[in-house]
């Protein structure tokens, strides 16, 4: 069968699987899979340029050095001020940017880090200028986001269409810890390295003319 929408998906796990007593957990496996994904796999369908989500608008705000990254942020590419003249920012680490950057200096900012803001008690990852901006510098930011998860409102994704395989066999292993000593389990785990493998490097070559990249590598199944 084709599996291209969160119900086929859903049907092929459990058919797979072929045990009636997991098939309420099917989809608490889709969602761990789909989160090993976001860890695993960097492709160019993650990449997401936003100008105007910090500080609600399509500038930044002079003197504020902090601000929430958009929804589904997962790791940064570039950060850019597009205000001529144009500047790459630099990354730095927290600590270094608390050492440089430690008042209230501003100016053109030339570095930021990534940082996660608990001043409201709930954890928020967020982006920190250095120094914070004089004026409403505009910008650009590329990073990458998170696939967004399958649910009975989304039911299927460009990420689905092109590699049911990964969804799969990711979905068949997250069920291991129900399986003793099932043998499918090692077949599942070589087929699902191999698709994210073969994915990865094909992305990379597509972006970067035949050099190739490391896939990232989290331990286990990856």
Do not use: C
């Amino acid at each position: 069968m084709s599996i291209g929408t969160y119900a086929e998906l859903q049907t092929a796990v459990a058919n797979w699987l072929d045990r009636g007593d997991l098939t309420d957990r099917i989809t608490e496996f889709i969602d761990l899979t789909e989160a090993r994904m976001n860890r695993v796999l960097r492709l160019q369908l993650m990449v997401n340029v936003d100008t105007t989500t910090l500080g609600g608008a399509a500038a930044l705000v002079a003197g504020t050095r902090d601000y929430a990254l958009p929804s589904g942020y997962l790791q940064m590419i570039d950060f850019t001020l597009t205000t001529d003249p144009i500047r790459t920012l630099s990354y730095i680490t927290p600590e270094n940017m608390n050492r440089m950057w430690a008042g209230s200096q501003s100016g053109v900012p030339q570095a930021y880090t990534i940082f996660s803001d608990n001043s409201s008690g709930t954890p928020v990852p967020s982006v920190k200028l250095g120094p914070a901006p004089a004026g409403a510098y505009t910008y650009s930011m590329m990073f990458y986001k998170k696939i967004a998860a399958l649910t009975p409102a989304n039911t299927t994704e460009a990420m689905l269409t092109d590699n049911p395989d990964i969804y799969l066999y990711g979905a068949l292993l997250e069920a291991e810890p129900f399986l003793m000593n099932d043998e499918r389990v090692a077949l599942w785990a070589t087929a699902y390295k191999e698709a994210v493998t073969n994915l990865q490097e094909q992305d990379n070559k597509d972006r970067h003319s035949g050099s190739a990249m490391r896939v990232m590598n989290t331990g286990g199944y990856y």
